[in-house]
């Protein structure tokens, strides 16, 4: 079981918005920095936010992050089916001193 | 560009050994800490370990803790994984990463990726 909680799939329409939750506690989200990664079928893990809301350079802008207490959030504007692919957050655990993933969100384009 | 590249992945019978390696290529290599995340069949991400910059702090999950040892060579641009008492469940695509921050006190996020070497454990 994953010390990050995250809702196994969402899903919309291509155009549309989606949201995803990522849920912690005290000594990882509400106290450390959020990374949230992208990964393709088949392929390895790409960076998409950091330091809770930052674009490496190459993400587009339709993608989002935030952060309020004890769960982040993930949102995807102007969803395409390339955005089709499992999305995880992840965060240093200061309790554990270990970085920990989510179980991770699959995103379907309907 | 920067990259990662892994090797040494392949079959160890259970109580087994093996050692991975990752050689960086394009950074700084000694100025960022750098981890190893895991990837069983059909499953989440795992992060296994990580190493800090200069190699002198190191952290594990509590899953590998006592059975694989991370390490590094800096002059060889290279980081290691040596895992023992291997078990089927350590079975899994083993990335290494590279940390967005070199701070080394504790793990930022990764920003570059290997693409994997599996390990499979079985007997």
């Known amino acids: 079981q994953s010390v990050l909680t995250q809702p196994p799939s969402v899903s919309a329409a291509p155009e549309q918005k989606v949201t995803m939750s990522c849920s912690g506690s005290?000594?990882?989200?509400?106290?450390?920095?959020v990374s949230w990664y992208q990964q393709l079928p088949g392929t390895a893990p790409k960076l998409l936010i950091y330091d809770d809301s930052k674009r490496p350079s190459g993400t587009p802008d339709r993608f989002s992050g935030s952060k309020s207490g004890t769960s982040a959030t993930l949102g995807i504007t102007g969803l395409q089916t390339g955005d089709e692919a499992e999305y995880y957050c992840g965060t240093w655990d200061s309790s554990l001193s270990a970085y920990v993933f989510g179980s991770g969100t699959k995103v379907t384009v309907l | 560009e920067v990259q990662l590249l892994e090797s040494g992945g392949g079959m160890a019978q259970p109580g087994g050994s093996l050692r991975l390696s990752c050689t960086g290529s394009?950074?700084?290599?000694?100025?960022?800490?750098l981890s190893w995340v895991r990837q069983a069949p059909g499953k989440g991400l795992e992060w296994v370990s990580g190493?800090?910059?200069?190699?002198?702090?190191?952290f594990y999950a509590a899953s590998v803790k006592g059975r694989f040892t991370i390490s590094r060579d800096n002059s060889k641009n290279t980081l290691f994984l040596q895992m023992k008492s291997l078990r089927a469940e350590d079975t899994a695509v083993y990335h290494c990463a590279k940390d967005v921050y070199g701070s080394g006190s504790y793990l930022d996020g990764f920003n570059v990726w290997g693409q994997g070497t599996m390990v499979t454990v079985s007997s």
């Open positions: 190493i800090s910059g200069a190699g002198g702090r190191t």
């Open positions: 005290s000594s990882n989200v509400e106290n450390n920095y």
């Open positions: 394009g950074f700084t290599f000694s100025s960022f800490a």
